[in-house]
Protein backbone atom coordinates (compact mmCIF):
# COMPACT_ATOMS: atom_id res chain seq x y z
CA UNK A 1 0.00 0.00 0.00
CA UNK A 2 1.09 3.42 -0.78
CA UNK A 3 -0.61 6.51 0.82
CA UNK A 4 -0.36 9.62 -1.77
CA UNK A 5 -0.06 13.35 -0.82
CA UNK A 6 -0.47 16.13 -2.96
CA UNK A 7 1.56 19.07 -2.13
CA UNK A 8 2.00 20.97 -5.20
CA UNK A 9 0.44 24.52 -5.66
CA UNK A 10 -2.46 23.91 -7.24
CA UNK A 11 -4.37 21.46 -7.81
CA UNK A 12 -4.01 21.13 -4.32
CA UNK A 13 -6.39 18.49 -2.14
CA UNK A 14 -10.18 18.56 -1.96
CA UNK A 15 -11.82 17.89 1.65
CA UNK A 16 -14.10 15.15 1.65
CA UNK A 17 -16.55 16.74 2.78
CA UNK A 18 -16.62 18.96 -0.13
CA UNK A 19 -15.94 15.82 -2.32
CA UNK A 20 -19.25 14.06 -0.99
CA UNK A 21 -21.00 17.13 -1.52
CA UNK A 22 -19.99 17.63 -5.40
CA UNK A 23 -20.70 13.81 -5.42
CA UNK A 24 -24.42 14.45 -4.92
CA UNK A 25 -26.69 13.17 -8.03
CA UNK A 26 -26.64 15.96 -10.80
CA UNK A 27 -29.33 18.94 -10.58
CA UNK A 28 -30.47 20.96 -13.67
CA UNK A 29 -28.74 24.38 -14.15
CA UNK A 30 -31.71 26.16 -15.19
CA UNK A 31 -33.71 25.54 -11.84
CA UNK A 32 -34.38 27.33 -8.86
CA UNK A 33 -32.48 25.03 -6.43
CA UNK A 34 -29.38 25.46 -8.97
CA UNK A 35 -30.35 29.36 -8.35
CA UNK A 36 -30.04 29.38 -4.60
CA UNK A 37 -26.69 27.40 -4.64
CA UNK A 38 -25.41 29.78 -7.24
CA UNK A 39 -26.42 33.04 -5.66
CA UNK A 40 -25.14 31.96 -2.33
CA UNK A 41 -21.74 31.06 -3.91
CA UNK A 42 -21.57 34.47 -5.56
CA UNK A 43 -22.68 36.35 -2.43
CA UNK A 44 -19.59 34.38 -0.19
CA UNK A 45 -17.28 35.07 -3.18
CA UNK A 46 -17.78 39.03 -2.37
CA UNK A 47 -16.63 38.09 0.96
CA UNK A 48 -13.65 36.20 -0.24
CA UNK A 49 -12.76 39.21 -2.43
CA UNK A 50 -13.59 41.94 0.21
CA UNK A 51 -15.28 43.68 -2.31
CA UNK A 52 -19.56 45.03 -2.86
CA UNK A 53 -19.11 44.24 -6.47
CA UNK A 54 -20.37 41.22 -8.46
CA UNK A 55 -17.86 38.09 -8.53
CA UNK A 56 -18.80 36.36 -11.89
CA UNK A 57 -18.13 32.28 -11.73
CA UNK A 58 -16.84 31.68 -15.23
CA UNK A 59 -16.61 27.49 -16.17
CA UNK A 60 -12.98 28.03 -16.99
CA UNK A 61 -9.47 27.93 -15.46
CA UNK A 62 -7.94 30.75 -14.12
CA UNK A 63 -6.43 31.69 -17.63
CA UNK A 64 -9.40 32.03 -18.70
CA UNK A 65 -10.52 34.89 -16.40
CA UNK A 66 -6.54 36.85 -17.32
CA UNK A 67 -8.03 36.48 -21.09
CA UNK A 68 -11.27 37.70 -19.93
CA UNK A 69 -9.46 40.69 -18.36
CA UNK A 70 -7.68 41.50 -21.00
CA UNK A 71 -10.63 41.06 -23.85
CA UNK A 72 -13.28 42.82 -21.67
CA UNK A 73 -10.96 46.01 -21.11
CA UNK A 74 -8.80 47.08 -23.78
CA UNK A 75 -8.84 47.56 -27.37
CA UNK A 76 -6.07 46.43 -30.09
CA UNK A 77 -3.45 49.05 -29.96
CA UNK A 78 -3.92 49.69 -25.99
CA UNK A 79 -0.64 50.03 -23.94
CA UNK A 80 -0.48 47.75 -21.01
CA UNK A 81 2.40 47.33 -18.76
CA UNK A 82 3.13 43.75 -17.85
CA UNK A 83 5.16 42.75 -14.69
CA UNK A 84 6.89 39.84 -15.84
CA UNK A 85 8.76 38.00 -13.20
CA UNK A 86 8.39 34.59 -13.87
CA UNK A 87 6.40 32.29 -16.01
CA UNK A 88 2.64 33.80 -14.66
CA UNK A 89 3.83 37.48 -15.53
CA UNK A 90 5.23 36.04 -18.95
CA UNK A 91 1.12 34.80 -19.43
CA UNK A 92 -0.29 38.15 -19.13
CA UNK A 93 1.83 39.56 -21.86
CA UNK A 94 1.41 37.31 -24.12
CA UNK A 95 -2.63 36.83 -23.77
CA UNK A 96 -2.03 40.38 -24.33
CA UNK A 97 -0.45 40.34 -27.20
CA UNK A 98 -2.46 37.65 -29.18
CA UNK A 99 -5.42 40.55 -28.99
CA UNK A 100 -2.97 42.87 -30.28
CA UNK A 101 -1.94 45.07 -27.17
CA UNK A 102 0.87 46.85 -27.20
CA UNK A 103 3.44 45.67 -24.46
CA UNK A 104 5.41 47.39 -22.15
CA UNK A 105 7.20 44.86 -20.71
CA UNK A 106 8.66 45.21 -17.21
CA UNK A 107 11.07 42.72 -16.46
CA UNK A 108 12.01 41.57 -13.16
CA UNK A 109 14.81 39.13 -12.03
CA UNK A 110 13.18 35.73 -10.43
CA UNK A 111 12.94 35.36 -6.75
CA UNK A 112 12.83 39.49 -6.64
CA UNK A 113 9.41 41.63 -5.93
CA UNK A 114 8.59 44.39 -8.66
CA UNK A 115 9.96 47.85 -7.03
CA UNK A 116 6.23 50.03 -6.71
CA UNK A 117 8.83 53.62 -6.83
CA UNK A 118 9.85 52.08 -10.55
CA UNK A 119 6.75 51.42 -11.53
CA UNK A 120 5.84 54.84 -10.81
CA UNK A 121 8.55 56.04 -12.76
CA UNK A 122 7.66 54.42 -15.76
CA UNK A 123 3.91 54.98 -15.70
CA UNK A 124 5.08 59.08 -15.30
CA UNK A 125 7.10 58.42 -18.15
CA UNK A 126 4.37 56.66 -20.49
CA UNK A 127 1.10 58.33 -20.02
CA UNK A 128 -0.02 56.20 -22.82
CA UNK A 129 -0.16 52.70 -20.30
CA UNK A 130 -3.96 52.06 -19.72
CA UNK A 131 -3.11 48.96 -17.17
CA UNK A 132 -0.45 47.57 -14.62
CA UNK A 133 -0.78 44.04 -14.94
CA UNK A 134 0.60 41.87 -11.71
CA UNK A 135 0.62 38.50 -10.09
CA UNK A 136 -0.33 38.88 -5.87
CA UNK A 137 1.83 35.71 -6.03
CA UNK A 138 4.12 34.34 -9.01
CA UNK A 139 3.54 30.88 -8.11
CA UNK A 140 6.48 29.77 -10.64
CA UNK A 141 9.04 31.82 -8.08
CA UNK A 142 7.07 31.64 -4.75
CA UNK A 143 7.24 35.35 -4.52
CA UNK A 144 4.82 37.63 -3.73
CA UNK A 145 4.62 41.25 -5.41
CA UNK A 146 3.52 44.56 -3.55
CA UNK A 147 -0.02 44.91 -4.35
CA UNK A 148 -0.86 47.26 -1.91
CA UNK A 149 2.17 49.45 -3.15
CA UNK A 150 0.90 49.08 -6.55
CA UNK A 151 -2.59 50.48 -5.61
CA UNK A 152 -1.22 53.44 -4.80
CA UNK A 153 -0.38 54.23 -8.20
CA UNK A 154 -3.53 53.77 -9.61
CA UNK A 155 -6.63 54.00 -7.29
CA UNK A 156 -6.83 58.09 -7.86
CA UNK A 157 -6.53 57.44 -11.49
CA UNK A 158 -9.26 57.39 -13.93
CA UNK A 159 -7.02 55.88 -16.67
CA UNK A 160 -4.94 53.26 -15.23
CA UNK A 161 -6.09 49.88 -14.26
CA UNK A 162 -4.83 47.56 -11.77
CA UNK A 163 -5.22 44.23 -12.66
CA UNK A 164 -4.16 40.89 -10.14
CA UNK A 165 -4.02 37.45 -10.83
CA UNK A 166 -4.46 36.79 -7.56
CA UNK A 167 -4.90 32.98 -8.27
CA UNK A 168 -2.30 31.69 -5.86
CA UNK A 169 -2.97 34.54 -3.36
CA UNK A 170 -6.81 35.07 -2.84
CA UNK A 171 -7.74 33.25 0.12
CA UNK A 172 -3.80 33.00 1.58
CA UNK A 173 -3.19 36.72 2.24
CA UNK A 174 -4.75 39.98 2.51
CA UNK A 175 -5.95 41.39 -1.12
CA UNK A 176 -8.65 43.39 0.05
CA UNK A 177 -10.05 44.65 -3.32
CA UNK A 178 -12.26 47.68 -2.53
CA UNK A 179 -9.99 49.43 -0.06
CA UNK A 180 -7.32 49.25 -1.66
CA UNK A 181 -8.67 49.97 -5.18
CA UNK A 182 -7.77 46.72 -7.24
CA UNK A 183 -9.74 46.93 -10.75
CA UNK A 184 -9.75 43.51 -11.28
CA UNK A 185 -9.12 40.68 -9.45
CA UNK A 186 -9.09 36.99 -10.52
CA UNK A 187 -8.69 33.71 -8.74
CA UNK A 188 -8.73 29.67 -9.41
CA UNK A 189 -10.86 26.90 -8.00
CA UNK A 190 -8.12 24.30 -7.67
CA UNK A 191 -5.29 26.41 -5.66
CA UNK A 192 -6.69 28.13 -1.78
CA UNK A 193 -10.48 27.03 -2.93
CA UNK A 194 -9.27 23.36 -2.72
CA UNK A 195 -11.57 22.15 -5.23
CA UNK A 196 -10.76 20.62 -8.45
CA UNK A 197 -9.71 22.57 -11.44
CA UNK A 198 -12.79 24.52 -13.77
CA UNK A 199 -13.78 27.55 -12.43
CA UNK A 200 -12.08 31.28 -12.49
CA UNK A 201 -14.05 33.80 -9.90
CA UNK A 202 -13.62 37.81 -11.56
CA UNK A 203 -14.04 40.41 -10.18
CA UNK A 204 -13.78 44.58 -11.61
CA UNK A 205 -14.27 47.60 -9.62
CA UNK A 206 -16.53 50.03 -11.20
CA UNK A 207 -13.14 52.30 -12.95
CA UNK A 208 -13.05 48.69 -14.86
CA UNK A 209 -16.65 48.24 -15.87
CA UNK A 210 -15.98 51.94 -17.26
CA UNK A 211 -13.33 50.59 -19.26
CA UNK A 212 -15.63 47.80 -20.42
CA UNK A 213 -17.68 50.14 -22.16
CA UNK A 214 -15.38 51.45 -24.35
CA UNK A 215 -13.19 48.11 -24.87
CA UNK A 216 -13.35 46.32 -28.74
CA UNK A 217 -11.38 43.40 -28.25
CA UNK A 218 -13.05 40.35 -29.95
CA UNK A 219 -14.90 38.18 -27.30
CA UNK A 220 -17.98 35.85 -27.24
CA UNK A 221 -17.67 33.24 -24.56
CA UNK A 222 -15.97 35.62 -22.27
CA UNK A 223 -18.02 38.38 -22.38
CA UNK A 224 -18.32 40.11 -18.90
CA UNK A 225 -21.31 42.26 -19.75
CA UNK A 226 -23.18 39.48 -20.53
CA UNK A 227 -21.84 37.17 -17.50
CA UNK A 228 -22.99 40.59 -15.19
CA UNK A 229 -26.52 40.55 -16.36
CA UNK A 230 -26.70 36.79 -15.90
CA UNK A 231 -25.45 37.09 -12.48
CA UNK A 232 -28.31 39.48 -11.48
CA UNK A 233 -30.49 36.67 -12.05
CA UNK A 234 -28.75 33.90 -10.04
CA UNK A 235 -27.49 32.28 -13.12
CA UNK A 236 -24.27 32.12 -15.64
CA UNK A 237 -24.32 33.24 -19.28
CA UNK A 238 -23.40 29.80 -20.32
CA UNK A 239 -23.74 26.07 -18.56
CA UNK A 240 -22.03 26.28 -14.92
CA UNK A 241 -19.73 23.35 -13.89
CA UNK A 242 -22.61 22.60 -11.61
CA UNK A 243 -20.75 20.15 -9.82
CA UNK A 244 -17.50 22.65 -8.89
CA UNK A 245 -20.51 25.62 -7.95
CA UNK A 246 -21.96 23.72 -5.66
CA UNK A 247 -18.49 22.22 -4.10
CA UNK A 248 -17.62 26.43 -4.51
CA UNK A 249 -20.88 27.28 -2.27
CA UNK A 250 -19.48 24.56 0.66
CA UNK A 251 -16.00 25.73 0.54
CA UNK A 252 -16.78 29.46 1.02
CA UNK A 253 -19.35 29.03 3.82
CA UNK A 254 -16.30 27.28 5.68
CA UNK A 255 -13.81 29.90 4.98
CA UNK A 256 -16.70 32.46 6.11
CA UNK A 257 -16.91 30.57 9.24
CA UNK A 258 -12.99 30.57 9.92
CA UNK A 259 -13.32 33.71 9.05
CA UNK A 260 -10.72 35.56 6.50
CA UNK A 261 -7.91 36.62 9.24
CA UNK A 262 -7.42 33.43 10.68
CA UNK A 263 -7.17 31.65 7.11
CA UNK A 264 -4.49 34.52 6.19
CA UNK A 265 -3.00 33.59 10.05
CA UNK A 266 -2.60 29.54 9.02
CA UNK A 267 -1.05 29.94 5.68
CA UNK A 268 1.62 32.28 7.21
CA UNK A 269 2.20 29.87 9.49
CA UNK A 270 2.35 26.77 7.40
CA UNK A 271 4.42 29.12 5.07
CA UNK A 272 7.05 30.34 7.94
CA UNK A 273 7.33 27.02 9.08
CA UNK A 274 8.24 25.46 5.35
CA UNK A 275 10.85 28.13 5.36
CA UNK A 276 12.21 27.45 8.40
CA UNK A 277 12.50 24.19 7.43
CA UNK A 278 14.30 24.67 4.69
CA UNK A 279 16.59 27.06 6.48
CA UNK A 280 17.29 24.08 9.32
CA UNK A 281 18.42 21.65 6.26
CA UNK A 282 21.00 24.38 4.97
CA UNK A 283 19.24 24.92 2.06
CA UNK A 284 18.93 28.46 0.20
CA UNK A 285 15.13 29.82 -0.06
CA UNK A 286 14.20 31.23 -3.85
CA UNK A 287 12.27 34.07 -2.41
CA UNK A 288 14.33 35.49 0.77
CA UNK A 289 12.94 39.26 0.57
CA UNK A 290 9.21 38.76 -0.69
CA UNK A 291 7.95 35.32 0.20
CA UNK A 292 4.66 34.17 -1.05
CA UNK A 293 2.75 32.18 1.45
CA UNK A 294 1.19 30.24 -1.03
CA UNK A 295 4.30 28.06 -1.75
CA UNK A 296 7.91 28.06 -0.52
CA UNK A 297 10.62 27.98 -3.56
CA UNK A 298 13.96 26.00 -2.37
CA UNK A 299 17.05 25.89 -4.16
CA UNK A 300 18.59 22.39 -4.11
CA UNK A 301 21.67 20.98 -3.99
CA UNK A 302 23.92 21.59 -6.71
CA UNK A 303 24.77 18.50 -7.29
CA UNK A 304 21.14 16.73 -6.82
CA UNK A 305 19.33 15.89 -10.29
CA UNK A 306 15.93 17.40 -9.68
CA UNK A 307 14.25 15.64 -11.83
CA UNK A 308 15.34 11.95 -10.51
CA UNK A 309 14.75 13.48 -7.31
CA UNK A 310 10.88 14.83 -8.06
CA UNK A 311 10.63 10.94 -9.74
CA UNK A 312 11.48 9.44 -6.64
CA UNK A 313 9.37 11.58 -3.72
CA UNK A 314 6.62 11.29 -6.13
CA UNK A 315 6.65 7.64 -7.37
CA UNK A 316 8.63 6.18 -4.97
CA UNK A 317 7.27 7.53 -1.48
CA UNK A 318 3.58 8.95 -2.88
CA UNK A 319 4.35 12.74 -2.17
CA UNK A 320 3.79 14.96 -5.41
CA UNK A 321 5.93 18.20 -4.51
CA UNK A 322 6.20 20.87 -7.83
CA UNK A 323 9.51 21.23 -9.59
CA UNK A 324 11.15 24.59 -11.32
CA UNK A 325 10.12 25.86 -14.69
CA UNK A 326 12.12 26.95 -17.80
CA UNK A 327 15.41 28.02 -16.08
CA UNK A 328 15.30 26.56 -12.63
CA UNK A 329 13.83 23.33 -13.99
CA UNK A 330 15.23 20.33 -11.95
CA UNK A 331 17.08 23.32 -9.87
CA UNK A 332 14.22 24.05 -7.07
CA UNK A 333 11.65 22.47 -5.39
CA UNK A 334 8.50 24.29 -4.47
CA UNK A 335 6.30 22.91 -1.47
CA UNK A 336 2.62 23.99 -1.36
CA UNK A 337 0.82 25.62 1.96
CA UNK A 338 -2.19 26.40 0.43
CA UNK A 339 -6.20 25.44 1.10
CA UNK A 340 -6.88 21.74 2.19
CA UNK A 341 -2.96 21.61 3.94
CA UNK A 342 -2.10 21.64 7.51
CA UNK A 343 0.27 21.05 10.33
CA UNK A 344 1.56 17.48 9.39
CA UNK A 345 0.72 17.64 5.59
CA UNK A 346 3.85 20.36 5.63
CA UNK A 347 5.85 17.74 8.19
CA UNK A 348 5.42 15.05 5.64
CA UNK A 349 6.37 17.06 2.68
CA UNK A 350 9.81 17.75 4.61
CA UNK A 351 10.27 14.25 5.90
CA UNK A 352 9.66 13.19 2.14
CA UNK A 353 12.41 16.03 1.07
CA UNK A 354 14.92 15.82 3.47
CA UNK A 355 14.41 11.22 2.98
CA UNK A 356 14.79 11.65 -1.35
CA UNK A 357 17.68 14.24 -0.19
CA UNK A 358 19.55 11.31 1.60
CA UNK A 359 18.62 9.02 -1.19
CA UNK A 360 20.39 10.92 -3.66
CA UNK A 361 23.33 10.97 -1.56
CA UNK A 362 23.33 14.18 -0.27
CA UNK A 363 24.10 14.86 3.33
CA UNK A 364 21.39 15.84 5.22
CA UNK A 365 20.53 15.13 8.66
CA UNK A 366 16.76 13.32 9.14
CA UNK A 367 14.18 15.27 11.23
CA UNK A 368 16.61 18.27 11.36
CA UNK A 369 13.90 20.64 9.09
CA UNK A 370 10.92 18.47 10.66
CA UNK A 371 12.12 19.89 13.84
CA UNK A 372 12.43 23.74 12.72
CA UNK A 373 9.17 23.24 11.28
CA UNK A 374 7.69 21.86 14.46
CA UNK A 375 8.62 24.80 16.47
CA UNK A 376 6.73 26.80 14.26
CA UNK A 377 3.47 25.02 13.64
CA UNK A 378 2.41 24.38 17.32
CA UNK A 379 2.07 27.66 17.59
CA UNK A 380 -1.25 26.64 15.88
CA UNK A 381 -2.17 24.28 18.86
Known sequence: MKKKYLMAPGPTPVAEHVALEMAHPMIHHRTPQFSKIFAEAAEAAKYLFQTKQEVMILSSTGTGGMEGCVTNLFSPGDKVLVINGGKFGERWGKISESYGLTIVWHNVEWGQAADAKVIENILKEDKEIKAIMVQASETSTTVAHPIEELSKLTRDRDDVLLIVDGITGVGVFDLPMDKWGIDAMITGSQKALALPPGLALV??????????????????????????????????????????????????????????????????????????????????????????????????????????????????MGVTLA???????????????????????????????????????????????????????????
Open 323 to 381: GGQDQWKGKIVRIAHLGYIDSFDIIIAISALEMGLKKMGHDVTLGKGVAAAQEILLEGY
Open 203 to 316: SLSEKAWKFNDSASCPRFYFDFKKERKNLANDTSAYTPAVSLVIGLRRVLLDMKEEGLESVYRRHDRLARATRAAANGLGLQIVAPDSPADSSTGIFLPEEIDGGKLFKFIRDD
